[in-house]
């Protein structure tokens, strides 16, 4: 006969283990409708219409991360690759060879999707190669429409997010700049879209400190904490002539002037950060716009002069910001393509203002990687051209890579620069989405 402290004690091993397995049965069903829920999620940005590419960083993970698309919008997938600044070969999980404790892979499955993957500074980053989308539908320049989504959770530096960004070593007249999301630049702590006709410099002629970067951005007026999963977004609305900005779906209007805008432009109110108004094409390494350094602008009427350099239809244009007419000084622009020191025109080409001119090549002749745009400004004064400030030389090079975690061309190009964070999901959309689109995508 089994005595009464044997049968209380029997019965509380029973107890704990019938409440164990409903504790885990439990748990398993959480975890069975958390994987449901994911999954959903991952299928509903992955139908959407006008699809570029959404990476969830689980498909196609034995290689390369594959990315979703739009069978209408795109043909084929793209690619995300680890990468590590300092080593040229790409990576995918499964051969990543660094184990230390920088550069070590993390995951985290707590996010909207379940997969997400930390990208820490020049340690890890993700890339797409240029070869793998130049021309198609990721490479957004012109007057293109676009979203950017990004859905993320910051644990430390916070810059670039995600997008096609290379800041060419700080050269005003180099770069191969976009557009791209990022978080804490300009003293924010909200969403910041960047964006650029240039590619360098969005001021060149300005010499105040911060005017060797690019300036043209969106900034949401809500600030966001680290170690919380947000959906960050961007728009480019290329016949509103607006980019903005989005934090979980929602446009936080932002008044905010920029010191290098003020120096050049003058004024007089503070400006729209959010929305912010961008009337430029995107830059694209055949099509750009040049702006000029070397002219006074504080207190006078013209505030730039600008040369848009179009080489697939081989147009050039320029124009001027400002009231040209109170400026009795004539104006143009000389123009050449040099290769090995040599112009490919057997004469140079003068631009005034406000006319469309072609570019005429010999058959044999097209503008090949490595070639040199040479443009310079030049006034008249007593019936003689003399140059204003310094000729513009943009070598021509493939474009750079959509990155994620990185942006690319900081000079010394350190490893210890860039953003700390986990990224869950990026997805690119050849349109516009609304603003309903894009509170359902926050999954909040």
């Known amino acids: 006969m089994v005595s009464e402290p044997i049968l209380r004690t029997m019965n509380s091993v029973m107890l704990r283990w019938f409440w164990l397995i409903i504790v885990s049965a439990l748990l398993g069903s959480v975890s069975e409708a958390s994987n449901s829920q994911q999954s959903a999620r991952i299928l509903e940005v992955a139908e959407m219409n006008g699809l570029v590419a959404f990476w969830d960083f689980h498909h196609g993970r034995d290689g390369g991360w594959e990315s979703y698309f739009d069978n209408s919008v795109l043909d084929h997938s793209l690619p995300i690759y680890l990468r590590r600044i300092g080593d040229d070969s790409v990576y995918s999980v499964d051969d990543w060879p ?156 932002l008044q905010l002037n920029d010191p290098v805008t003020q120096d050049v432009f003058e004024l007089p109110d503070v400006q729209a950060a959010n929305p912010f108004a961008f009337e430029h094409p995107i830059f694209s390494p055949q099509s750009f716009l040049i702006k000029f350094n070397g002219h006074a602008y504080r207190g006078q009427p013209i505030k730039e002069h600008r040369l848009w350099v179009d080489l697939n239809k081989q147009i050039l244009h320029y124009e001027t910001e400002g009231d040209s007419g109170n400026d009795s000084k004539p104006y143009r622009v000389r123009f050449e393509i040099r290769r090995d020191g040599q112009s490919l025109l057997a004469q140079p080409l003068y631009v005034k203002e406000s006319e469309a001119q072609v570019i005429e090549f010999a058959d044999s002749m097209a503008v090949s990687h490595g070639d040199v745009v040479w443009a310079r400004l030049e006034t008249q004064e007593k019936g003689e051209w003399s140059p204003v400030g310094t000729a513009v030389q943009r070598v021509i090079r493939q474009g750079a890579p959509f990155t994620i ?17 986990f990224v869950d999901g990026v997805a690119v959309f050849n349109r516009v989405l609304s603003k309903e689109e894009l509170t359902q995508l926050s999954f909040r």
């Open 98 to 253: 660094y184990s230390d404790e920088e550069s070590k892979l993390t995951f985290d499955d707590s996010g909207p999707f379940g997969t997400a993957i930390k990208f820490n500074k020049g340690h890890i980053y993700g890339a797409v190669s240029r070869n793998d989308f130049d021309g198609s539908a990721l490479d957004v320049h012109g007057k293109k429409p676009f979203t950017l989504i990004a859905w993320v959770k910051f644990v430390g530096e916070r810059h670039l997010v995600a997008g096609i960004w290379d800041e060419g070593g700080w050269n005003r007249y180099d770069g191969m700049r976009q557009y791209a999301l990022f978080a804490g630049l300009f003293r924010q702590k909200g969403v910041i879209a960047h964006i650029s006709a240039t590619g360098a410099a969005s001021f060149p002629q300005s010499d105040i400190d911060g005017s060797q970067y690019a300036r043209l951005r969106a900034i949401d007026g809500q600030a966001f904490e680290d170690e919380e999963w947000i959906a960050m977004g961007m728009t480019h609305d290329p016949e509103a002539g607006r980019v903005v900005a989005y934090l979980n779906g929602k446009m936080t209007p």
């Open 405 to 421: 975690g990185r942006a690319l061309g900081l000079g010394s190009e350190e490893i210890e620069h860039g953003s700390q964070l």
